[in-house]
T-cell receptor, first 112, second 116 residues
Framework: GQQLNQSPQSMFIQEGEDVSMNCTSSSIFNTWLWYKQDPGEGPVLLIALYKAGELTSNGRLTAQFGITRKDSFLNISASIPSDVGIYFCAGRRGNQGGKLIFGQGTELSVKP | DGGITQSPKYLFRKEGQNVTLSCEQNLNHDAMYWYRQDPGQGLRLIYYSQIVNDFQKGDIAEGYSVSREKKESFPLTVTSAQKNPTAFYLC???????????????FGAGSRLTVL
C-alpha cells in the first residue's frame, strides 16, 4: 500500500529548540492528521487539517495543510523533554474509500 | 470515559500457535481497524470493518483473521501462517460516513506480540 514520505526519520535536539517535520505525497489529499506516539503506547491525535492552506495551532504545536494539497508541516516550538516520541502524519484521499494512509514517522529525541 | 481497550498488553507465543488479540471500544464508533507497527516503519493496515458482520482486507492481511460480531468488539487472530508475527499491534476506531469515509482515528494502547 501507498505510504506518505515523512521526513526527517529522526531528530536529536536540545531542549528549547524548535522542531519542524513534514509529509509529502504524489497525490492530492483532502485531510491531513498529525499524531504523537509515546513509547509503548498508541498514537494520540494532535492536530487535524481539512482545508488547503489551513494553519492550526495546539499550544506549542502548529500544523499546516499545504496549498498544493500534497504536503503538510508540523512545527514544535521551544521543545521540552516530554515532546519525546514518534510523530506520524496521516492523510486521506477522497477516492481511497476513506482509509487513512500513514507516514513512516519522525522519532524525536530531546536532550535536557 | 470512552475509549478503546486492547488486551493483553504483552503476549508471548511459540511458533505454530494461533493467538487472538482483543479490542473493545465504547465510543459507539462504526468502524474499527487493526494496524501493525514495526520499528522504523509506519502503521500498516491489516483489516478494517465499517459495520457489524462485515470486514475488509487491508494491505497486509495474509496470516491474520478477524471477526465483527458486535459493534464494540473487533478481535484479531494472528495465525501460524503469519511468517513474521513479532510486532506491536494497534487497534483503532472511528465514525464512518458514506460521504467522507473514515473520520479521525482513535487508537488503543497497543499489544506487543513476541514469538519465541
Amino acid at each position: 500500500g501507498q505510504q506518505l514520505n515523512q521526513s526527517p526519520q529522526s531528530m536529536f535536539i536540545q531542549e528549547g529548540e524548535d522542531v519542524s517535520m513534514n509529509c509529502t505525497s504524489s497525490s492530492i489529499f483532502n485531510t491531513w492528521l498529525w499524531y504523537k506516539q509515546d513509547p509503548g503506547e498508541g498514537p494520540v491525535l494532535l492536530i487535524a487539517l481539512y482545508k488547503a492552506g489551513e494553519l492550526t495551532s495546539n499550544g506549542r504545536l502548529t500544523a499546516q495543510f499545504g496549498i498544493t494539497r500534497k504536503d503538510s508541516f508540523l512545527n514544535i516550538s521551544a521543545s521540552i523533554p516530554s515532546d519525546v516520541g514518534i510523530y506520524f502524519c496521516a492523510g486521506r484521499r477522497g477516492n481511497q474509500g476513506g482509509k487513512l494512509i500513514f507516514g513512516q514517522g519522525t522519532e524525536l529525541s530531546v536532550k535536557p | 470515559d470512552g475509549g478503546i481497550t486492547q488486551s493483553p498488553k504483552y503476549l508471548f507465543r511459540k511458533e505454530g500457535q494461533n493467538v487472538t488479540l482483543s479490542c473493545e471500544q465504547n465510543l459507539n464508533h462504526d468502524a474499527m481497524y487493526w494496524y501493525r507497527q514495526d520499528p522504523g516503519q509506519g502503521l500498516r493496515l491489516i483489516y478494517y470493518s465499517q459495520i457489524v458482520n462485515d470486514f475488509q482486507k487491508g494491505d497486509i492481511a495474509e496470516g491474520y483473521s478477524v471477526s465483527r460480531e458486535k459493534k464494540e468488539s473487533f478481535p484479531l487472530t494472528v495465525t501460524s501462517a503469519q511468517k513474521n508475527p513479532t510486532a506491536f499491534y494497534l487497534c483503532a476506531s472511528s465514525i464512518w460516513t458514506d460521504l467522507s469515509g473514515a473520520n479521525v482515528l482513535t487508537f488503543g494502547a497497543g499489544s506487543r506480540l513476541t514469538v519465541l
